[in-house]
């Protein structure tokens, strides 16, 4: 990619994408397989981070935050807990950086699973509530997963529990205000079972 232009849009699409590959690829290999790899990539992502225009900069902050945690994750597996402190720290500050607190709360989980796994229940329960703390009521993945199409019931459970717990500490908050609103709206799209020989019913 050296001297085209398009090469360094081409390094973001391609690092985005790997992102995915290896978030699916731990799930279901040992980690020692993937690391290796995880770590030329994440290379790659500071190389081209340190090139980046203003304009990448915010995207590619966002995809080195997220190998990162793969690593720390990663690292943690194989018992590597220095180096997974390590990577937690690199992408809690680039959740930092780049506005981002879901990468933030992958770092206290990631981190609060090493206290945990080292023994200290106490400061694995400290971190988690860290974690907490640095993350917006109602933001992520929760609102994400109401503005699909059809709501499935398992979704709608989790969401009424998350609603709940959102009134009771956050009653004031705009956001958890907008997440109860959109909770009500999901549910007039949940898709109900399939009746016997006919097509899936939908709650109107």
């Known amino acids: 990619m050296t001297g085209d232009p398009a090469g360094p849009d081409i390094g973001t699409d391609g690092l985005a994408e790997l992102v995915l590959h290896y978030a699916h690829a731990l799930a279901v290999a040992p980690s020692a397989a993937v690391y290796g790899e995880l ?3 994440r290379s790659f992502a500071g190389t081209l981070l340190g090139r980046s225009s203003p304009r990448q900069r915010p995207d590619l902050t966002i995809t080195a935050g ?3 945690s793969l690593l ?3 690292a943690a597996d194989l018992g590597e807990h220095a180096a997974a402190v390590i990577w937690c720290t690199d992408t ?11 990468l933030l709360g992958w770092a206290a989980l990631t981190r609060s699973l090493i206290a945990w796994y080292q023994g200290d229940p106490l400061a694995s329960a400290a971190v988690a509530r860290r974690g907490q703390a640095d993350l917006l009521p109602g933001s992520a993945a929760g609102t994400a997963a109401l503005e699909c199409g059809r709501v499935v019931w398992p979704t709608m ?3 009424g529990k998350l609603d709940k717990a959102l009134a009771g500490q956050f009653l004031a908050a705009a956001c958890a205000a ?18 016997p020989g006919g097509r899936p019913a939908r709650r109107r």
């Open 178 to 195: 907008d997440f109860h609103a959109r909770y009500l709206e999901a549910g007039t799209r949940i898709a109900l079972p399939a009746p």
């Open 157 to 159: 459970v989790l969401a």
């Open 66 to 68: 997220w190998l990162s």
């Open 39 to 41: 770590l030329s990539a």
């Open 72 to 74: 720390a994750i990663s």
């Open 92 to 102: 809690d500050r680039r959740g930092r950086d780049a506005a981002y607190p879901e």
